[in-house]
């Protein structure tokens, strides 16, 4: 089990004061759609699987752009050679054309991740820089950002052959990948980006809330510099709580406390899709332990999440 420590006890009590506060700000990353979307290691061992089975290579390896070199893991060369050898042979636009199949979703996917915002005070905002379109059909009443765009649905993509069409690209390296306009797949941000309408609107509702939390969110291993940039210099100083809820939250926790020069910048070392059920079936915690509407019972929520924890039962 794993064992908490009065500073982690503390930071949950910081969100739970988000969770009680309107008019608070989330920012959420790929760890807040763990289980439904593919990490970055199962996005490359799903790519590669399917190259390899199409079992269609070029005489000579390509070279690998920066989307592909960011998704793309290769295996230990002394391991297997040949197969380190044909993944060299993979096109890079045939990366840039099949993550966005990989990082949607059904459309009737429901998650705890998500449904545990209905609890959060509104309104609220949910920054959301994943592409896979699960906040936007969760998180009714709050203000719903997607800077980063959104992928289309599974239904959508079959209609229109998308992956006829990428599966082509393995034959014919040269073909253009097909592409979701505004969407940004991983890699560094484009500087344009801060030009959006969404972080237009955000600079304004950043400078009136109080209490933000970012959630599984590293800001794409720092490739997402210019959202970083923005946050830590639209983020009031008056603030009065910055949460990092992740497996490993400290480092950032660490550089956000000097960027913004805060000693209000807590710390969850924890897994956001097991938090967040632990948050919104807390056992029997509301019958002896009443709290204020809107916010949790801090030690029943962190023992929950320990059960879950060490279940590990969640679908």
Known sequence: MQHSGPNTL?????????????????????????????????????LLGSFLEHGVFQTEPILR??????????????????KWELIQRLPPNYVIGKLPELLTTQSRVTSANYDVFALAAKPSTIFNMNVDRLAMRSCRGHRVFEPHGRSLSPEAFAKIGWSSYTEAILDFPELSPPTIPGLVLPGPEPAEILTRA?????????????HFSIIGYSFGAMDDLHTYAFLTSKIPRSHQSVIVVSLEPYEMMHRLSDELKS?????????????????????????????????????????????????????
């Open 65 to 82: 752009d920066v989307i592909s070199s960011r998704v793309i893991r290769d295996p230990e060369y002394w391991k297997d050679p040949l």
């Open 263 to 315: 000693t209000s910048v807590f710390a969850i070392p924890a897994s956001w899709q097991h938090l967040s059920r632990a948050i919104l079936y807390p056992g029997d915690c509301k019958t002896f332990h009443p709290t204020p509407h809107g916010s949790f019972c801090v030690p029943c929520v962190w023992y929950q999440y320990e059960t879950l924890l060490d279940a590990g039962s969640l679908s």
């Open 198 to 210: 969404e972080y237009l609107a955000a600079a304004r509702l950043l400078s009136i809330s109080k």
């Open 10 to 46: 503390a930071a949950l009590s910081a969100l739970s004061r988000c969770f009680f506060s309107p008019e608070s700000f989330y920012v959420l990353g790929a760890g807040a759609s763990v289980p439904h979307v593919p990490t970055t290691e199962q996005l490359s061992k799903r």
